[in-house]
């Protein structure tokens, strides 16, 4: 069975800064997908990021990157030059590639507070 | 263009109810899933839906049901609400719900049971 872990509750960065948010998977599978969403406090999952299980690069978008340690089974999200809006809580997500379906799995989230 | 939309946004019901909430995804989109948000844990998967064919379902119990219309718009009925029923569900839809499709999240109906 899949399984998301963050350990890191909540978070708080400076203004400008780079963080990073942790998580880390099990799965017996060879073929996934991880993901990173941001929920605002509005509710609505916001995509940033997807990685492959087969990708040899880390995945990149714009301020997001995706650092992507697949022995150690960890898909830490850095966001760099940290802003007021990026307060929000962030969810780590997994999903099975090898059913067809597309259902995902969740991490607890992680509550970030960038600070002015 | 139009993004995922659910309806109503928020409405409380009391134990015993039943509950239709309701989803229209992205035009195009043809696979749309169902995701429970307890306060303070991360969304859980409920059903998903492909061609109007249920295609996953989650560990959840008989009273919750779905289904998907021709027009690819979805509905979640709950049925002898519980207290522990309350929560925000999620609506998600995708092109065709499977390999790297990615999944585009609705703002959610936030669901009270008294």
């Known amino acids: 069975a899949q399984k998301i872990t963050q350990t890191q509750p909540g978070m708080f960065v400076q203004e400008k800064e780079a963080v990073t948010l942790d998580c880390t998977y099990d799965t017996s599978d060879q073929s996934y997908g991880l993901f990173w969403y941001k929920q605002p406090s509005s509710g609505e999952m916001i995509f940033l990021i997807y990685?492959?299980?087969?990708?040899?690069q880390n995945a990149t978008e714009g301020r997001y990157s995706l650092n992507f340690q697949k022995a150690r089974k960890s898909a830490n999200l850095v966001i760099s030059a940290s802003q007021l809006g990026d307060s929000a809580m962030y969810f780590c997500?997994?999903?099975?590639?090898?059913?067809?379906?597309?259902?995902?799995?969740f991490g607890t989230g992680t509550r970030l507070t960038v600070i002015p | 263009d139009a993004g995922v939309t659910q309806s109503p946004t928020h409405l409380i019901k009391t134990r015993g109810q039943h509950v239709t909430l309701r989803c229209s995804p992205i035009?195009?989109?043809?696979?749309v899933s169902w995701y429970q948000q307890v306060l303070g844990q991360g969304p859980q998967f409920i059903f998903q839906y492909y061609e109007k064919e249920e295609r996953g379902r989650g560990n959840f119990p008989d009273r919750f049901s779905a289904r998907q219309f021709p027009n690819y718009s979805s509905e979640l009925n709950v049925n002898a609400l519980l207290l522990g029923d309350s929560a925000l569900y999620l609506c998600?839809?995708?092109?065709?719900?499977?390999?790297?499709?990615?999944?585009?999240f609705g703002p959610g109906t936030r669901l009270t049971v008294t």
């Open positions: 998600a839809s995708s092109l065709i719900g499977g390999g790297a499709d990615e999944q585009y």
């Open positions: 035009s195009g989109h043809k696979s």
């Open positions: 997500a997994m999903r099975d590639d090898q059913t067809g379906a597309n259902n995902l799995f």
């Open positions: 990685q492959g299980s087969y990708d040899e």
